[in-house]
């Protein structure tokens, strides 16, 4: 297999990375050179309401009514809808940016709240997106009074703080606006991303549905190689748009090594949640669920990259809280 550069060598950012053997070496040199915000807002609900299953992956629509009424022109699309870039290589690549955000939903269920209840939401912000995160927080504020889903819901935003890698808790002032000094915590990428997977099997396990289409048609049942592209697309241009990495990583080789890791279980599958009625040719909203154990010595070639699409997601919708998935151990 050829080298994705000439030689086995390249600076990125500063950083040495190498490609030996059929693999990066140091991967974990590039996520160093983009910071991430972990912000966390608390909720106070206001009166009882029954929020359905898959309520917080709904929250586009919410959000982006909000942030037309409440920000400028410039703010809202630097905040919901980025340009696209200067660049024609980086639009026939990665076309339209996502938002510099990800919310971390973690759950489908139906949830049920009474007056008085808190609710945490956390919000992950990468690289030149932290600077929005006041606008973000303004937007939230004024959400609470038309509520999370269709009116129900209403919530006072009570505190918002970011999080350090130990824990530890920074608040921010809920009155800031965008270009002011306050700094919330910050830390690499890196120490978000598990890199490196040791021995055995690994299990792949959709935490929310992740929307996968080609063609105008869903994938059913994608194994690997149908998965992978998504996957390092979205790795590959939330890196580029956000984290200041302008040397595009090679696909093709990681590609290749999708193509030989071992898939001794696959239970993904398609599964709608949300019916759509009255619009035709949809039967509803739906996505890819389920598990997939991976092993063989080429997910090693890769699994930075799997780690990477943990924590930033996959698929549409994936600012909002779609397709985020968890990697962990499974039995040999």
Not at 123 to 134: E, M, S, T
Not at 233 to 241: E, I, K, S
Not at 281 to 286: A, D, K, S
Request: hydrophobic share 45%; aromatic share 10%; glycine share 12%.
């Amino acid at each position: 297999m050829d080298a994705p550069w000439a030689g086995d060598s390249r600076t990125v950012d500063g950083t040495q990375i190498i490609w030996r053997g059929g693999k990066y070496l140091n991967p974990t040199g590039i996520l160093e050179q983009v910071d991430v915000v972990r912000l966390r807002l608390h909720l106070e609900f206001d009166a009882e309401s029954v929020l359905p299953p898959g309520f917080s992956l709904q929250l586009r629509r919410e959000l982006l009514q909000v942030g037309r009424l409440l920000l400028d022109r410039e703010s809202f699309c630097r905040l919901f809808e980025p340009s696209l870039p200067a660049d024609p290589m980086a639009i026939r690549r990665f076309q339209r940016p996502a938002p510099a955000f990800i919310l971390k939903a973690g759950t489908m269920e139906e949830k049920i709240v009474c007056s008085g209840e808190d609710w945490q939401m956390e919000v992950l912000f990468v690289g030149d997106g932290i600077p929005f995160i006041p606008d973000f927080i303004r937007v939230v504020q004024q959400l609470g009074q038309n509520g999370l889903y269709q009116g129900r819901g209403r919530f006072v935003l009570i505190a918002a703080s970011s999080l350090g890698v130990s824990g530890e808790v920074a608040e921010l002032s809920l009155t800031s606006r965008a270009g002011t000094a306050q700094v919330p915590h910050m830390f690499p990428l890196a120490w978000l991303v598990e890199t490196t997977r040791g021995a055995g099997n690994w299990r792949l396990e959709m935490m929310t549905p992740a929307r996968l289409v080609s063609h105008g048609k869903p994938l059913f049942h994608p194994d690997l190689p149908q998965l992978f592209p998504y996957i390092l697309r979205r790795v590959g241009a939330m890196l580029w748009h956000w984290g200041g990495c302008t040397n595009e990583i090679d696909p093709q080789p990681l590609l290749a090594a999708a193509a030989r890791v071992v898939v001794p279980d696959n239970r993904l599958f398609w599964q709608d949640w949300k019916p759509l009625p009255g619009i035709p040719g949809v039967g509803g909203l739906g996505g890819i669920s389920g598990t997939m154990v991976l092993s063989g010595p080429a997910l090693d070639d890769i699994f930075w990259i799997l780690g990477l699409g943990a924590v930033l997601h996959v698929g549409k919708g994936a600012a909002y809280g779609a397709g985020e998935y968890r990697l962990t151990g499974a039995e040999n």
